[in-house]
């Protein structure tokens, strides 16, 4: 009859076990945790879907009269109602600016193009969009405008937090508002020049 002897240290053979079964009680933890944020993610979502439900009755009385009148169809109301609430601006996404300059760079035209691969369908409902501008501009220009476009100066201003009364801008404010702009901007970019 053989003997084994075991070299481990008394206990060890325990200790092992034992973090073995914390390792497992921690990736348990862990995925009950995974599953409560599911969970919870999806309370809120059903949660915001209930409140738009409730809501969509008193936004319809409200503004079906505007809707109509600028023509958008009553399939894209739900969507709008959804994308107003939850602030969603994703029509850059889907859609660019494309303009055609003359042989002496001077901008003769601009469209807007469909940009998404898979395009744009008119019986998606999801094919209503906000836009959130304030100013498109071609950087030399942007002084110019400053001064000559009827309410631009101050709303800059305004969007920017300076101190701005009056419509007629003062140097020192052009010069904020201009060092300031690109904290506010989104640039594209076009095949000739780049766009603010």
């Known amino acids: 009859m053989s003997t084994t002897t075991n070299l481990l240290h008394p206990g060890t053979e325990h200790r ?7 390792n497992q009680d921690q990736e348990q933890e862990e995925e009950q945790d995974h599953e409560q944020d599911h969970e919870q993610d999806h309370e809120q979502d059903h949660e915001q ?3 738009q439900e409730e809501a969509y009755p008193e936004f319809e009385a409200l503004y079906s009269a505007a809707l109509q009148a600028a023509g958008l169809p009553r399939i894209y109301w739900r969507n709008l109602l959804q994308k107003i609430s939850e602030e969603v601006f994703d029509a850059g996404e889907v859609f660019g600016i494309v303009q055609t300059q003359d042989e002496d760079g001077r901008v003769v035209g601009s469209k807007v193009v469909v940009t998404r691969e898979s395009g744009l369908q008119v019986s998606d409902p999801n094919s209503v969009f906000l836009v959130d ?3 498109t501009f071609h950087v030399p220009d942007a002084r110019q405008q400053l001064r000559r476009v009827p309410g631009l100066m101050p709303r800059m201003a305004a969007l920017m937090g300076l101190d701005f ?17 690109w904290k506010y901007c989104q640039t594209y970019q076009l095949s000739h020049g780049v766009i603010w």
């Open 16 to 22: 092992e076990e034992r973090e073995e079964e914390r």
């Open 49 to 51: 879907d209930h409140e």
């Open 133 to 135: 501008h304030a100013w």
């Open 165 to 181: 009364h009056g419509e007629i801008p003062d140097p020192e404010t052009e010069d904020l508002v201009l060092n300031q702009i």
